[in-house]
């Protein structure tokens, strides 16, 4: 049978998603946590693959077994044997159709940035920072340049391996949250760094080194030497990941540092 499993981890500690030959990515952990509960191989397929540093709130993976447990089985078990940095929020039996990655509809992110003199302290590893206060009301302005469907090379990282560039960006919000500025990205789906980017670029705007203006002739020269530095991925979380209401999926609990819209 097909199980699905809802994850969040804490990116700081792991060298990303993906099975490294150290054994240290999350996929690592979490396979041999599956494996030990199981009592036999397992192999998931994840929604999204995040670099090193980068947290999930709403990671969704999906593996095969013949292994036959309860969906509580299947979050308390593994939970056991994880690393407490790496938790399974929920577990469900899907139909064989299902597919964590090519099932998902959209994918959203978010990146939570403090502009402040002082680095963060209690939060460091878990927000980007950046030295002064940013123009939110600039960033709003540049962000909605790059709605729609584009090719967003002058954002792609140039190892990314996907065969297109061309994305459809629903979502690009910039709004302060108490000492924080919340970015939101929604997609159907990402380029390698492509969050990371455009949040760089649009701290180049919100810093007055750009106009709002420049976000749209960057996606229009498609060419990633003109943009800024790639951004930290201490405040990057994937927090939301979109699927057809008929695989029953349950929905994720919230991301306790991204307030309500």
Known sequence: ????????????????????????????HLETA????????????????TDAGVHASAQVVHFDTDAQRDDVAWVRGPNTFLDRRVRVLWARGVAEDFHARFSARSRTYHYLLLDDAVAPGILAGRVGWFH????VAAMVQAANRVLGEHDFSAFRDAQCQAKSPVRTLTVAAVRRRGPLVVFTFEANAFLHHMVRNLVGALVYVGAGRQPPDWMGELLGSRDRRLSAPTFAPDGLYLSGIAYDPAFGLPPFRPNPLVSPE
């Open 1 to 28: 049978m097909r199980i699905a499993l809802g994850l969040e981890y804490d990116g700081a500690a792991f060298c990303g998603w993906q099975h490294q030959p150290s054994g240290c990515a999350v996929q690592d």
């Open 34 to 49: 599956l494996c030990r509960f199981a009592d036999r191989p397992v192999a998931v397929t994840a929604a999204g693959r």
């Open 132 to 135: 002064r206060t940013l123009d």
